[in-house]
Every structure is written in structure tokens, then in C-alpha cells.
């Protein structure tokens, strides 16, 4: 078989021949039953509606001065603060692409100083200098870090699954280079109990060192972002390894390490911001002294614990609500029963806790604790209450989800002042993940992840901390941040009116026949080619469609438009899936990305995919237009 295809740039594995202003490219595929078969000839080319907008800015020209550019980029593009200088920059960077592709073309040295209907276009396509997000720190970083989503990861030491995969430095260090911004430990005594490890309790995980763990998050903490690092800590130690914890933390961590002092603590109304924590590193359990006390009290509801010892849930705190105990019971014996669990930060059995009731906690441990994990007696309401100090709860996901069905406002005016985690339930024991919105519609500052896992979760959690610059920090919109009051509460399942409309228009795609071999999709043939556009946010937005099938094509043209009606697009994330239709058996993965619509650029936009770790690849790009109504 030979394919023939058309680009701006040629494929691999073929022959390439000089076609006027375009680059023609023959692949060839082996042949079938001795049949060739010359496929349909597709050309790059510039959009109808990018021809128009040209026109319209070029005054019916064929060229754009650097002044009428500025007016495209200004009203069209919807570029902010962008100047008349910028302008220039920009058709220097065209000049510049048009003489490497001329000299790779035709080796002519054209130097006008006006661009180009297919200038704009070749620069359109390449998404460093169009990409479709803001790509800077925009939000208001000096408010408490309870009015923030925060990029967090859940047993971020582990390399694989939660039951039998290695304990390493590693999987920390690539969360951080992502911008992962808050880090668990599952600190345990040594065998011979005189030192400390970071393991999963209870499993078969090989252990790693925790004077890694923490030099790592030293080296590495403030690569992708200046916005502090928070340290979360499952705490199994003796008092005498907590000492030597809070000693290896003060002299790895330096000046770096922040904690209030005491008298600060009492009189704390709010959380330090991220502005005032720039370059800093928190670190986030019980205190130990509170976890004791709070054992004293049992109320029947303890059940066996691996070792034949006994262990209070460490959701007790989540609901006084039968329905909600019973879930609890269920995914503990089940954590029990697959021989690992994930417990809330610091429970540890009752019986070990009964041995220390009398030692006295070390002081150094008590005070590097900046953010308190704690939880209140009674009803969840109680437990919910916002008055007194400042802490934080750690919950599953099966817990926030009973909770929410009745204490939905309660949640969310508790996360306004206060932190709310939310962890993977025991079960997921392959390292999955759940969909981060379970936590994000109510307020919950830390979803966590687990980020060596794959799936449309982990898309959906990596597109929204690609918001604001990437650092990490999203700012929490104001609908979960306003005063509650009884008669105007806000309710997340609740239909709402429609704020705005999300236009996009999905042209093209290109660069797969760049960053996969010819065969990679099909033996026999160019891919068929489609895409699935999808709105995932507060219930009432959630939608999905999907563009045409392009056969047998390298260079698939769609030009396919869709409307997405949002009722609060500062949650709304916009998913994007590219896949190969495969006739018979499940269609092929060839490219996602997930971007937060409250970020999107107005106009034509360049917008790269990336592979189903979330890495981007090289050359694979849609060209997309975004319009809001």
C-alpha cells in the first residue's frame, strides 16, 4: 500500500517531493495480499474561518502589518496587556519560521517585513507562542491556604501499587518536578524499633529511607513552583523516634522548614497564605498528645486489626449516621482483608496507645506541626463545627460521599476556614484514583492522588493544576467562599442558570505521523481518526460529544463546532481525547489533555496532547478556537 499526505513538515519512514508551497510526503505500508492502494491527498491548509478573521484584520490584503496584527491579537486573540512592541516580537519570530521553511523548501532568503496568511498559520500551529492557557501565577496568592486547591498526592513513596511495589525517593521527586505540592510520608518504627522507615504498613512494600524522602523534597521542592510544600505524615513512631523525626527534619530542612511559635498558635484565625510561605516547607498530622487522649474514649466500634490487636476507624469522625458507620466497617475489614490499609494520619491500634498514655510527647515533634489534624466528638455537624482552632480532617472518598448527601453546606463552610483531605478508599489497591470534583465541588483543599496511577482521574486532577501558572495553588472560586446563609445556601447537585457559554471549534490535527511510527495505529493504513470533547465540573455541566471519524489520515480536518452551557465554569474542566477508530476491538489511545475553562485563551490556539502518563508529546497538536457567550 502507499499513502499519500501532505504537511508543512513531512513524515518519517517516507519520500519527500516539492509541491509549490507544500511538502508532499509517500508513506509506504506493506503490502496485503499483493493489493496497493494510493490513498485520498489531504493538504495542511489554513481554515476558512482563519482566511476570514486574516482578511477582515488585513483590510481585504494579502499581508499584515505589525499594527493590524496587533489589532488581531488584541480583539480577536483577546491578548491582555499586550503592547505594540510585542507585536514586533512576534513578526520577527514569523520571519523567522518563514526564511527555515523557505531554505528547507526552496532555499529562497524572502525577508518582507509583513506577514503572510500562511505565516500566521505556521505560527499558529506551534503552541509555545499560542498555547491555550494562561501559562503565568494570576490568582491572588495572599489569601489563608484554606481558599485554595492544593496539587496533592497520596503515599507519594510508592513507585507502583499500594500492596507489594517498592518504597522510593523517586516517585516524590517526578510529583515535585510536576508541581505536586503536598507530599505523604507513612512514618514507622525499624524492625529493631530504633529507627525510622517510610513504608505502607501492613504490606509487602519494600521500605526507603526517610532522610531520602525529605533531602529529595529539599532539592527538589521548588522546581516547578515557589509556593510551599506540605509535608503530610501518617505517624506510627514511639516518642523517642518522633525526636529524632523532628531532628532530621530541622537540620535537613534548615531555615526552610516553617512552624508558628507557640503563643502564635493560640492566637491563630487563619492559615498563612502561599505568598507569605513562598520557598517554605509545612508539615501537616495529630499532634501527638491530642491522638492519645482522644483514644481514652472508645465507643464500640473497634475492629480487629492485622497484628490480633484492636484499631478504632480512623473515619469515626465522619458521620454519627448508621448508614455512614456501615460503610466505614465494610472498607475497613476490606482494607483488613486485602492485608494493607490507609488510615487518617496517627491512628494506630489501642492497645499500643494504651501503653503511652503516660509518656509525655517530645516537644520538638509537637512544635514543627503547622497544620493540626484533628477531629471533634459528637455528631458530624459537630465534627463540622468552624469555631475554636484551626485544623485540618482527613476523610475517603466513600466518606465525603456519604457525608455530602446531608451535610453538604456544612462542608463547605467548614472548608472556608479549615482544611478537608480526601484520600483513595483501601481498595484501590492498583494505585487508581477517584474523580477529584467528589472533593472540589465541596470545598476540600487536598484531593489526593495517587500519581503513579494512569486514568482519565489523573487527567482530570493534572488539568486543573495547570491552571494558574502551574504552581500549584488554585484559587478556590468565590461561590465556595461566600457567606452561607439559610435561605441562599449553595448546593453543588443544584441546577443553577447558565453563566456562560463555551464555544469550540476543533479544526485539525497534526504531528502524529512525527512522533509515531507508520504503523503504530494500523498495518495497513493511515489512522482513523477522531476526537471526544467532554465538560466535567459541578453535575449540572457534565457533558460529552464527539467530532467525526476521519479515515485513512494522517492530517485529520474536522472542522466540527460544539457548545457547552456552564452554570460555574470556574470548576469546569474541558477534556480532550484524540483516538483511532478501530473496527474490530477497542479504539486506539493517540493523544489527551485536560484545561481548565476558566483559563482558556480566546481565539485560534495551538493545543498539544499528551500521553496517558500526562507526559506531552513532541509534535502532536489539535488547532482549536475557543469562544465564550
Given at each position: 500500500m502507499h499513502y499519500i499526505s501532505a504537511s508543512f513538515r513531512g513524515t518519517h519512514g517516507g519520500e519527500e517531493r516539492d509541491m509549490g508551497n507544500k511538502m508532499v510526503t509517500y508513506n509506504k505500508y506493506k503490502s496485503f495480499l499483493f493489493f496497493i492502494k494510493k490513498y485520498k491527498l489531504t493538504e495542511l491548509v489554513p481554515p476558512e474561518d482563519l482566511k476570514e478573521v486574516f482578511s477582515k484584520f488585513a483590510g481585504g490584503g494579502s499581508h499584515m502589518s505589525v499594527e493590524q496584527l496587533y489589532q488581531f491579537l488584541v480583539e480577536h486573540q483577546g491578548e491582555e496587556n499586550f503592547t505594540l512592541s510585542d507585536s514586533e516580537k512576534i513578526v520577527d519570530k514569523v520571519l523567522q519560521l518563514r526564511r527555515t521553511h523557505q531554505e528547507t523548501v526552496h532555499g529562497d532568503q524572502n525577508r518582507e517585513t509583513e506577514i503572510t496568511l500562511d505565516d500566521i498559520f505556521r505560527f499558529f500551529l506551534l503552541d509555545e507562542f499560542n498555547s491555550p492557557s494562561k501559562t503565568e501565577v494570576h490568582h491572588d496568592m495572599n489569601a489563608p491556604l484554606s481558599h485554595y486547591f492544593i496539587y496533592t498526592g497520596h503515599n507519594s513513596y510508592l513507585t507502583g501499587n499500594q500492596l507489594s511495589s517498592d518504597c522510593s525517593e523517586e516517585p516524590i521527586i517526578k510529583a515535585l518536578q510536576r508541581g505536586v505540592r503536598v507530599i505523604e510520608l507513612d512514618l514507622w518504627p525499624t524492625t529493631n524499633k530504633d529507627d525510622i522507615k517510610v513504608d505502607h504498613g501492613w504490606t509487602l512494600t519494600n521500605p526507603v529511607s526517610p532522610i531520602k524522602c525529605l533531602e529529595s523534597i529539599k532539592k527538589y521542592g521548588f522546581v516547578a513552583s515557589q509556593y510551599p510544600v506540605i509535608i503530610t505524615i501518617e505517624d506510627h513512631l514511639t516518642e523517642e523516634l518522633r525526636a529524632k523525626f523532628a531532628e532530621m527534619a530541622t537540620q535537613i530542612f534548615g531555615e526552610i522548614l516553617y512552624y508558628p511559635q507557640p503563643e502564635e498558635c493560640l492566637s491563630l484565625t487563619e492559615f498563612p497564605s502561599p505568598e507569605s510561605l513562598k520557598n517554605r516547607v509545612i508539615i501537616s498530622t495529630k499532634p501527638p498528645k491530642e491522638r492519645f487522649e482522644s483514644n481514652r474514649i472508645k465507643d464500640n466500634r473497634n475492629y480487629p486489626a492485622l497484628d490480633g490487636s484492636s484499631t478504632e476507624s480512623s473515619e469515626d469522625e465522619s458521620s454519627g449516621k448508621e448508614s455512614l458507620d456501615s460503610t466505614i466497617e465494610v472498607e475497613i475489614k476490606s482494607t483488613v482483608k486485602n492485608n494493607g490499609r490507609d488510615r487518617d494520619e496517627g491512628d494506630t491500634s489501642s492497645c499500643e496507645c494504651d501503653r503511652r498514655l503516660s509518656q509525655e510527647c517530645s516537644p520538638d515533634y509537637r512544635t514543627i506541626i503547622t497544620i493540626h489534624n484533628k477531629?471533634?466528638?459528637?455528631?458530624?455537624?459537630?465534627?463540622?463545627?468552624?469555631?475554636?482552632?484551626?485544623?485540618?480532617?482527613?476523610?475517603?472518598?466513600?466518606?465525603?460521599?456519604?457525608?455530602?448527601?446531608?451535610?453538604?453546606?456544612?462542608?463547605?463552610?467548614?472548608?472556608?476556614?479549615?482544611?478537608?483531605?480526601?484520600?483513595?478508599?483501601?481498595?484501590?489497591?492498583?494505585?487508581?484514583?477517584?474523580k477529584p470534583h467528589l472533593g472540589w465541588m465541596y470545598g476540600a483543599q487536598m484531593v489526593a492522588f495517587n500519581m503513579q496511577g494512569l486514568g482519565k482521574s489523573l487527567w482530570l486532577m493534572q488539568g486543573m493544576f495547570r491552571a494558574n501558572g502551574g504552581c500549584g495553588y488554585v484559587k478556590k472560586p468565590e461561590i465556595l467562599m461566600q457567606k452561607l446563609q439559610c435561605d441562599n445556601e449553595f448546593d453543588p447537585k443544584m441546577i443553577m442558570p447558565v453563566k456562560k457559554t463555551l464555544k469550540l471549534k476543533i479544526y485539525m490535527g497534526h504531528g502524529w505521523s512525527l512522533d509515531f511510527s507508520p504503523t503504530h495505529f494500523d498495518m495497513f493504513s493511515p489512522p482513523d481518526f477522531y476526537t471526544k470533547v467532554s465538560i466535567v465540573g459541578m453535575p449540572a455541566d457534565v457533558a460529552k460529544k464527539k467530532t467525526k471519524v476521519i479515515m485513512d489520515n494522517w492530517f485529520p480536518v474536522w472542522n466540527e463546532e460544539f457548545e457547552f452551557p456552564l452554570t460555574v465554569p470556574e470548576l469546569a474542566l474541558l477534556q480532550i481525547q484524540v483516538k483511532d477508530k478501530d473496527q474490530g476491538g477497542k479504539d486506539d489511545f493517540a493523544g489527551q489533555t485536560c484545561l481548565p475553562v476558566s483559563e482558556l485563551k480566546l481565539g485560534f490556539r495551538s493545543v498539544p496532547l499528551y500521553n496517558e502518563k500526562g507526559e506531552q508529546f513532541k509534535s502532536v497538536k489539535l488547532l482549536m478556537r475557543f469562544q465564550f457567550e
Open positions: 477531629k471533634l466528638k459528637g455528631s458530624l455537624k459537630d465534627k463540622l463545627k468552624t469555631d475554636g482552632e484551626l485544623r485540618r480532617l482527613s476523610w475517603s472518598e466513600t466518606t465525603l460521599e456519604k457525608a455530602s448527601e446531608s451535610h453538604g453546606t456544612d462542608i463547605i463552610r467548614f472548608t472556608q476556614k479549615n482544611i478537608l483531605r480526601v484520600y483513595p478508599r483501601a481498595t484501590r489497591v492498583k494505585s487508581t484514583n477517584f
